[in-house]
DNA sequence: AATGAATGAGCATTCATTCAT
DNA sequence: AATGAATGAATGCTCATTCAT
């Protein structure tokens, strides 16, 4: 990497950076680009020969932090503690992005003509599914997740779990408001609740 | 209600209408309130006159449909079927809406500067409230909750599974693709799964 | 006409004359909305209710200015000179107008994409033939213009001229420089130039 | 020419050659010099090292190749045919060219502040002037054009059928749509029309 | 000599809101 | 009470031009 590039790559993590922050906070809409340049540090014009779109440039940025985030959890659960725990853990973690990010943050699809960020989806999906393989594959093999429950199924589970706890993430004490565990007893036995035997 | 009060209150209806179905549709930021006048066919002034921002007039159309909504589920939760039943129907119906709805539209208050949309969280809070409290009771009275589960808990995991019901509901079947048997196990007895034994 | 409609039609008569003057003068794509908001003493926002696009604008002004000059040409050919006084006249005028005019004005369609102004050259071209055929018909009768020759190829051959006196038209002295009885002779008897004999 | 000279020559034939197009297909203003650049395959920098600013890159642009179309007409002047073949044929070439152009290309100068390229008039003007001299003499010779027309209103008569060819030039079938005979006879003979004896 | 990168100034357009009628 | 008309402030985006390398 020459100077160029190495000044070049510079300012782009900058923008991702206050990209995030914006957005997150604020919601897609609510931010302008002039104002990310101007906390970047770059002209508007700069995001425009970066990346072409305020549409273009959100996306690239979730899918930067997508990874960053990816990697994260990757690393959770390849260290040496039990199943729940490092569900535990993971959930804590992405709760506290859920609440940080704006909603709008997560469901930028959802609200738009489909199509703008069907990218975004594409990109994501395949990777948090690689992702969700593992953790599904480990959870089967230590008992927490019956043996015939379906990636499929086991994945929309997670993330509704975690998508709530991020939205319950009280504002205020940046602390879930109520006991972890019996979120944790919700996810593994449900709301009629029979005691897991091997554990 | 005389003359005066019938015509506004009509026009309050079409308003409300009308601004629910952009709203839902494109989400806030992107409706005009140009738009929702015309289509109602009021002034712009009208909706100032009557609401005084776009952010009230936002605020009161929720409240409004928020009570409707609810009135609907009351009336099944009195109807004569069994609680998984009647669970499993008010799920589909919230996930109708949930998906009808952009996302951004149940996620108001999280991307705003928080206090704009307090108002609506107390308001529908409380009748919220009202009505799962009596939808809990229900639930440990026929068994298939169990008797130990607080409310709070139990509404948090009720919510969850709506959203990710509506975030599923296939935009172009307009079904739940997957089967909700699956989802209503998962819903009773959680990820690893002991069968309910007194169904 | 109410109060309403009275200023608003006087606002829009104010908007097509500051447009004029600042397209004609220095072409469409120097001049910005705001700067004809300004002069006109308008909002930009005015205009775009008004007219939409900078475009319909354009077009709606030019049509407007058109309808106005065509009503001219007509009092001149009903005013009672000969048939080439008449001409002489009709062509200094327009000469007058295309100098004034930023050529670019009247080639409006040949820059752009076709089809943006098909709609003005659709309309000006029906009224325009109107005044043509009315013309061709007075010269053919007074001699000036023989008999065979058609309507197609007359007007051809009239805007030719009109058009080059006015790339001609000096534009420091605002008077042609050189002699209008040569153009005429050259309008009716060609470059071999034969003398017309029933003059 | 050394290898330096040699190769910035190439790049400067490169950037003529794609200036013209892009310019004559979507006029001066639509074009923006990164996008010459680009389709030149050189940097917008090496662009103003050698032009210094757009205009100016613009006014050298047409200059080449004003040169190089008058090469073709005079070669076409000194061949064998009759003064009507030539005259003929050096008119449809023009036609062609001007089709092909945008007229706000050809119509520069009026449309801009006056002054910023005279120089481009001044320039071609006189080389215009020396073809167009050989051109009217030869005309006279051969007894095509009276001969005691000036040069300077041929000169005039003449562009103005070339500008009017132009325009008519069919943008759909790239033939003069109406027969050209029509148009020379107009041309040796006015709208009054006696028929040239001497031919 | 050539360029990759950066930018300041500007532009068309939108929209929540106001106010005279 | 209701509205037609008007607008100030902002927004996404472009482009001729410069400059360190």
Do not use: C
Not at 41 to 55: L, Q, R, W
Not at 90 to 119: D, P, V, W
């Amino acid at each position: 990497m020459n100077g160029y590039e190495r000044r070049k790559h510079k300012k782009m993590e900058q923008i991702y950076a206050v990209a995030f922050q914006l957005f997150s906070r604020h919601g897609y809409q609510k931010v302008s680009v002039n104002e990310i340049a101007q906390q970047a540090g770059v002209s508007p014009a700069t995001i425009y020969n970066y990346f072409g779109t305020k549409d273009q440039l959100y996306m690239d940025m979730i899918m930067d932090w997508t990874d960053k985030q990816l990697a994260v959890y990757e690393r959770i659960l390849d260290s040496g503690r039990s199943f729940a725990e490092k569900t535990q853990e993971i959930m804590l973690l992405e709760a506290k992005n859920l609440t940080f990010l704006s909603e709008e943050f997560r469901n930028f699809q959802t609200s738009e003509e489909r199509g703008i960020s069907q990218t975004i989806q594409q990109y994501s999906e395949e990777k948090v599914k690689d992702f969700f393989m593992k953790f599904v594959a480990l959870g089967k093999q230590e008992g927490y997740i019956h043996k015939d429950q379906t990636e499929e199924v086991t994945m929309l589970y997670f993330s509704m779990f975690m998508h709530e706890l991020g939205r319950r993430w009280d504002s205020g004490n940046r602390e879930y408001n109520g006991s972890m565990e019996t979120l944790m007893e919700l996810f593994f036995y449900g709301l009629a609740g029979q005691k897991h035997e091997g554990s």
